[in-house]
């Protein structure tokens, strides 16, 4: 599915992640990023994985963890959406999300692990869609959101913490 998503798709909160995909295909994006960001976290020491750019902040294992627990809620989203179910999802906290999964105690090969299952499904799921699933509304943190959003909000959401673990986490 390369059509993006139309702003009447998803609440503005969320064109942050959208803004930071480009025209590609989705679902070729969100495999080309589980084989890169597979590569990228293989490569890190564990001691690494439990670094800390700031006070306050997560761990590298507490960022990689947040990704998969914010696929694993908007792939639900995309799942309830494609299959025409408008019944309203509540938001989440990703902050007590984090907190409760105790991502310190997991090794790094752990994380990754986890990050590959919660990516295949999402591919699995995504490759099965109709095109008219792309475009069915849920009810999502009060506002409407397209199954496409959704698609496009798990890879900009990705790409959005990848740019800061480069940054903040990987030039130390």
Known sequence: MSLRPSTEEYNAYYETYIGLVGEENVIDLLAAQLASTTELLSD??????????????????????????????????????????RTALAGFDQDTFVDAASFQSWSLSQVIEDYIAVRKSTLTLLRGLSDEAWGRLGVANGGDVSARALAYIIAGHELHHLNIVREKYLQT
């Open 44 to 85: 890190i020491p564990e001691k690494q994985a439990d670094y800390r750019y700031a006070e306050g902040k997560w761990t590298l294992k507490q960022v990689i963890g947040h990704i998969s627990d914010t696929e694993r809620v908007m792939s639900y989203r995309l799942l309830r959406a494609a299959r025409g179910d």
